[in-house]
């Protein structure tokens, strides 16, 4: 059974970064691509971007300037780095893996609330 | 980018009656890439259909999807007091390559 369990600071301060690592267990990360999505409290789902295996990656483009995604296979992990955080990043981030062979998102990790505030 | 407008915002139901989401694309979207989630208070979202009617694994067959273009819905035939929760539906567009997500659908109890 495929897992993910995001993890990082709950609190990140106004101008700082957001760091978060999703491990992913039960599979490889090797196997697909891997998105990250966030929700804001109270609010809809906004998609971050995604990595494949190879190390590819595409971001949402209202995002890009501040978005990293990286991988680590010999942790079998998928991390995120948002900089230049303001409250409006303030969100539960998901991690996800996609559907095998379509274009949607399968498997998701619980989520982690992340909050900027100084 | 496309835009995708769910309707209506809000559908208050009884259990055992049916559920008609709707959800509208700014411009015409490829099926393959046409997507439903369900989200229970607290809860992470679930995959219920991908390629507009494909059911995810373990998904009941009264959930069901359908649409072309520009116009999709999401039908749930017979409500069960589980199905309420927020719907969302998402689609993959290649250029640029992104997703985006519906601003959801309410779906509660009457």
């Known amino acids: 059974q495929v897992q993910l369990q995001e993890s990082g600071p709950g609190l990140v301060k106004p101008s700082g970064t957001l760091s978060l690592t999703c491990a992913v267990s039960g599979e490889s990360i090797t196997s697909d691509w891997w998105s990250w999505v966030r929700q804001p409290p109270g609010k809809g789902l906004e998609w971050i971007g995604e990595?494949?295996?190879?190390?590819?990656?595409n971001y949402n483009p209202s995002l890009k300037s501040r978005v990293t995604l990286s991988l680590d296979k010999s942790q079998n992990q998928v991390s995120l780095k948002l900089s230049s955080v303001t409250a409006a990043d303030t969100a539960v981030y998901f991690c996800?893996?996609?559907?095998?062979?379509?274009?949607?998102?399968?498997?998701w990790g619980q989520g982690t609330l992340v909050t900027v505030s100084s | 980018e496309i835009v995708l407008t769910q309707s209506p915002g809000t559908l208050s139901l009884s259990p055992g009656e049916r559920a008609t989401l709707s959800c509208r694309a700014s411009?015409?979207?490829?099926?393959?890439?046409l997507a439903w989630y369900q989200q229970r208070p607290g809860q992470t979202p679930r995959l219920l259909i991908y390629g507009v009617s494909s059911r995810a694994t373990g998904i009941p067959d009264r959930f069901s999807g359908s649409g072309s273009g520009t116009d999709f819905t999401l039908t749930i035939s017979r409500l069960e007091p589980e199905d309420f929760a927020v719907y969302y539906c998402q689609h993959y567009g290649p250029s640029p390559p992104m997703y985006t997500f519906g601003q959801g659908t309410k779906l509660e109890i009457k």
């Open positions: 996800a893996r996609h559907c095998i062979g379509h274009r949607c998102h399968y498997y």
């Open positions: 990595i494949y295996h190879s190390g590819n990656t």
């Open positions: 411009q015409s979207v490829s099926s393959n890439y």
